[in-house]
């Protein structure tokens, strides 16, 4: 069993910060890349941020220079650090993570969304 536990949603006016976590839990042997999704009401789900095992890491440009991903690997948890937030974005932030169980099982698996609302 896998479970993966988002934090740090809320509302805050634009140009204030907000930081997401994604703590991993459960039978793990190794974790592959970690990312950040949002979904905006009647839009497609779109990739915000993404970190690989080895700390590489790629942004949505509409995000680049205001949002920081990271990991912590001794605790199996990923940060989005949002900064200079805008209205746009408003959306439902999902966490995603590549990893195995076993040497020969991987999977990704999904947070179940927080809500991060942003006022002008």
């Known amino acids: 069993q896998v479970q993966l536990v988002e934090s740090g949603g809320g509302l805050v006016q634009a140009g204030g910060s907000l930081r997401l976590s994604c703590a991993v839990s459960?039978?793990?042997?190794?974790?592959?890349?970690m990312g950040w999704y949002r979904q905006a009401p009647g839009k497609q789900r779109e990739l915000v941020a993404r970190i690989t095992s080895g700390a590489s890491t790629n942004y949505a440009d509409s995000v680049k220079g205001r949002f920081t991903i990271s990991r912590d690997n001794a605790k199996n948890t990923m940060y989005l650090q949002m900064n200079s937030l805008k209205p746009e974005d408003t959306a439902v932030y999902y966490c995603?993570?590549?990893?195995?169980?076993?040497?020969?099982?991987?999977?990704?698996?999904w947070g179940q969304g927080t809500q991060v609302t942003v006022s002008s």
């Open positions: 459960g039978s793990i042997f190794s974790i592959n890349a």
């Open positions: 995603a993570v590549d990893l195995n169980r076993s040497t020969y099982s991987r999977t990704v698996y």
